[in-house]
Each structure stands twice: as C-alpha cells, then as structure tokens.
C-alpha cells in the first residue's frame, strides 16, 4: 500500500501470518511512524519501498516479538534524494526470529541512513541482518548497527553484515555494525567491508564489447540481485528484479 498516514500499526495474533508492502512516495508524509506487534507464531513479511522519492523522508519502525514469531523485513531505497530509517525490535518471547535485510543504491547527490538496534532480552532467539549498499556520484550513505543481548538471552544466535561499494571515488559511506553481549553461552558476528567494483570482472566484459557504463550497470545488479532474492513476496523480488537488470 502507499503510505499516506503519518503513523501505522501492524498487529498480528497468535499463529496467524500475513505479507506487506509499504510504499514510500510523494505523498507520504515526512514522517512516517510504523509500529508492528507479532503474537506467539505469528508470521509478518513486510517490505519498506522507497523508490525514487524525491522529498525528505524518516521512517522510525518498532517492532515487540513474542515467542516463535517470525518477521522478514526488507528496507529497499533506490534513487531517493534523502531518506533515513531508524528500526528498533526487541524480542520478547523464546524462538523468535529476525531477519532484516536491506538495500541502498544511490546517485548524484542522494542521501540514506539506516539504523538499527536489536534487543535480545530471552534466550534462544535468531537475528539475521544483511545490509548492502552501491553508491555513484557524490552519494552518501550509513549503516549504524547495534545488537545487545541482556543477560537471560543465553543461546542467542546473532548474525549482522553490512557491505558497500562504492563506484565513483566521491561517493561516500560510514559502516558501524556494533555488538553488545552480556550473555555467555550465545553465537555472534558482526562485520562491514567497503569496496569498489571488481576491475577484472570490468575488463573482461569490455573485452567483449560492452560499453564502460553498461558494464557497470550490471555489475552493480548482480551485487544488489542477493539482498532482492531474499525478499519473500514474489511479486516485489520479480518486479525489483526486472528493474536492476533492465
């Protein structure tokens, strides 16, 4: 749906399970407030799209997940001037799973922030977080990462990768994944890498007789195609899909 409201409650009960597509245009308003509550076994695939929209806006999201809940949730902003998104979850209940996923390709003078902070407050509890970003021209971009784990989330399993390109040398990105543990029996990671096109892969397919910039262009989808594969509405990942290798 297209946002239209300034704030927006999503709220499933137990054992139920349901599939969202929020839209972010011009008519969305500066700021958008999205508040999901998930029920024991409850089931939410929701994916934030910000599609070249051209004004300012900040999307803050909280999220409270009981026991055995699920939630994939993918943030996708493609050629807007300025947006930031600000994710809070804390998980509440044992056997919840997070996974959170995101992709950022920027241009000209574009502008994204993504923040998150995950709460690991009970034990036995999975956090997924994918974060990848390309940026070109004089783009910037940042991923602020954090994940604390109380001290009764013995078991947690907690994963969190952010990585970056960067295709013109004045295009900048500030990476800060962070972990704060206070649990001992638990598995986590964290990690950021910023790099530049493969040259070789660049090389190679001009050899062959595609221009400088097509080449670029699709190298850059198939960087960005693994944060669109794991996006679990169909429709959404083929038409995302359709539209990287245009």
């Known amino acids: 749906m297209n946002i239209k409201d300034q704030n927006i409650d999503i709220v499933l009960s ?57 939630l994939s949730m993918s943030t996708i902003t493609l050629g807007s001037a300025d947006v930031k998104n600000d994710v ?49 021209g004089e783009s910037k971009a940042s991923f602020e990462g954090m994940i ?9 399993n907690a994963q969190q990768t952010n990585r970056n390109i960067l295709i013109s040398p004045k295009a900048k990105v500030h990476a800060e994944p962070q972990l704060v543990i206070y649990a001992d029996d638990v598995k986590c990671s964290h990690g950021a890498t910023t790099g530049q096109l493969d040259q070789q892969q660049l090389f190679y ?26 996006i679990p509405i169909e429709d959404v990942r083929t038409r995302l899909t359709d539209t990287l290798f245009e």
Request: overall charge negative; some cysteine.
């Open 14 to 70: 137990s054992n139920t399970s349901r599939q969202e597509v929020l839209n972010f245009d011009s008519q969305t308003p500066a700021e958008v407030s999205v508040t999901i509550s998930l029920a024991d076994g409850a089931h939410l695939d929701v994916v934030l799209l910000q599609e070249n929209v051209a004004e300012a806006k900040r999307c803050v999201v909280r999220v409270e997940q009981q026991a055995n809940s699920v």
């Open 88 to 136: 809070e979850v804390r998980l509440k209940g044992e056997g919840a799973e997070l996974v959170l996923n995101g992709l950022y390709l920027t241009s000209g003078a574009d502008k994204v922030d993504n923040k998150t902070v995950v709460y690991h407050e009970v034990g036995h509890c999975t956090t997924k977080q994918l974060y990848k970003g390309a940026l070109d």
């Open 148 to 156: 604390i784990v109380q001290p009764d989330a013995q078991k947690t």
């Open 205 to 230: 397919m001009q050899q062959r007789g595609i221009d400088e910039d097509a080449a670029r262009r699709m190298l850059t989808a198939a960087y960005a195609a693994e944060v669109v594969g794991l």
